[in-house]
């Protein structure tokens, strides 16, 4: 993660900090956070239909499905998860991910592949595109395929030495038509110049894998599922920096609580701290698939749907997509200890569907606030881009006006541009215009 991104988390992460070791909550506004006034002013409809956004916003288009691309493929569908790099040079990459399966999409002739299609040359059509950037006018200078081979690359995580975690959100096994078990992370570069050995980090676990986040300070990889009944993974590395190397996989023990989704009474107090310990998880790569039932069993906290986490200074948010009284979402704030437990708190809880609805993805914007994107299932309301201020309240910050989810979001390197995805059909956008400094 990019400094500049961190820079208010800094400041309060140390505020923070001291309220978690007096064992105290942090403040005292209820469960269900209230929506604020939208920090931008009111959404502007876009004439194209496309992204309302405040006054003073815009977008541009930068990529969309079927643009051809640099080596001689179009741009696939399903973009979901993203991150964003500094290259040097005036140049900055995204490297995206496309979340498609082999029974929805077809499968492509390109090599090397994780894994192909009934024992042919024809890769499984998920994995991840890179896209380079002039970074000062955002014009494209390049686009290539850089994994081939996965099954529903759903989102992932930047890591401090400028790679891109891509997470398969699919458990399959090998069975004659597919010829790999799925589950895995793969390990892209910032800028490959073209398609990567799919390498599967297998000691990271294999389960439905949704994004990941390090700690620069530790190393340590911190991991989602995207299950009713998920659990937070931290992976520790044997050798800092090359997750290929193995290491030991844990799950978040949370004291007092065994089920943060507050479906069943509020099992968990909205913005109170929380100690949190971690037990190491054996046989991680699961051939039955249980790895979050078996720490849950050993008493690892549970959770709605863990999906985007992102790394801020000293802590990380994350999403429990549909937990909740409301069944809305939930937004986790977690802060690794070097002495003592780590902490952790419920940061933010929807009401309803109007303030915020299925949070997913998600960025900690240079100057503070959370931009989550929305993901609910419905043909009629729209997904949102929902700003979080540091004091747990919502705002509409984008509305997508066609019937996809917005993923993928992230800032670049000088906090300048927001992109984001429209999922399908693929679009990555780059929104400009008057943020508040850090």
Not at 249 to 265: H, M
Request: proline share 6%; charged share 20%; aromatic share 8%.
């Amino acid at each position: 993660m990019h400094t500049d991104r961190r820079k208010f988390l800094g400041l309060t992460g140390v505020a923070f900090s001291a309220v978690l070791a007096a064992g105290c909550s942090t403040t005292g506004r209820s469960a269900l956070a209230t929506a604020s006034a939208n920090r931008f002013g009111p959404l502007q409809p876009d004439p194209a239909g496309v992204l309302d956004l405040p006054e003073g916003f815009s977008y541009r288009v930068i990529s969309r499905l079927g643009d051809m691309m640099d080596d001689g493929e179009g741009v696939p569908d399903a973009a979901d998860g993203m991150g964003c790099f500094d290259l040097g040079n005036g140049k900055i990459s995204l490297v995206r991910n496309h979340e498609l399966r082999p029974d929805r999409a077809a499968p492509v002739a390109v090599s090397p592949a994780f894994d192909t299609v009934q024992r042919s040359l024809l890769a499984l059509p998920g994995g991840t595109t890179t896209i380079i950037l002039d970074a000062e006018t955002l014009e494209v200078e390049r686009q290539y395929r850089s994994l081939a081979g996965t099954i529903r690359n759903c989102a992932g995580g930047v890591t401090p030495w400028n790679t891109w975690l891509t997470c398969e959100e699919n458990t399959s096994r090998a069975d004659g038509r597919i010829n790999q078990d799925h589950g895995w992370v793969f390990e892209v570069p910032a800028d490959s110049g073209g398609l990567v050995d799919p390498v599967p980090l297998r000691a990271m676990g294999r389960f439905n894998h949704e994004a990941a986040c390090v700690d620069p300070a530790s190393g340590m990889v911190y991991l989602t599922e995207d299950r009713d009944d998920s659990i937070l993974y931290r992976f520790i590395p044997a050798e800092r920096g090359n997750l290929a190397a193995g290491g030991t996989l844990q799950a978040l023990v949370i004291a007092g609580v065994a089920d943060t989704r507050n479906q069943s009474g509020a099992a968990m107090a909205a913005r109170t701290a929380y100690a949190g310990t971690w037990i190491t998880l054996d046989n991680v790569e699961a051939p039955e698939d249980d790895l979050r039932l078996r720490g849950a069993a050993a008493g690892a906290a549970v959770f709605a749907r863990g999906e985007g986490i992102w790394m801020g200074e000293g802590e990380m948010y994350f999403t429990a997509t549909s937990g909740g009284a409301a069944g809305e979402g939930q937004i986790f704030r977690l802060a690794p200890r070097t002495n003592g437990p780590d902490m952790v708190e419920l940061f933010y809880e929807s009401p309803a569907q109007s303030e915020f609805s299925y949070g997913d993805n998600l960025t900690v914007a240079p100057f503070g606030d959370l931009i989550v994107c929305e993901d609910q299932y419905s043909d009629t309301v729209d997904n949102y881009l929902r700003g979080i201020t540091p004091a747990g309240e919502a705002y509409a910050f984008g509305r997508l006006r066609i019937q996809t989810e917005p993923a993928g979001a992230c800032f670049s390197p000088d906090g300048r541009t927001l992109f984001v995805n429209a999922y399908a059909p693929t679009m990555t956008l780059a929104i400009t215009g008057p943020w508040p400094t850090a």
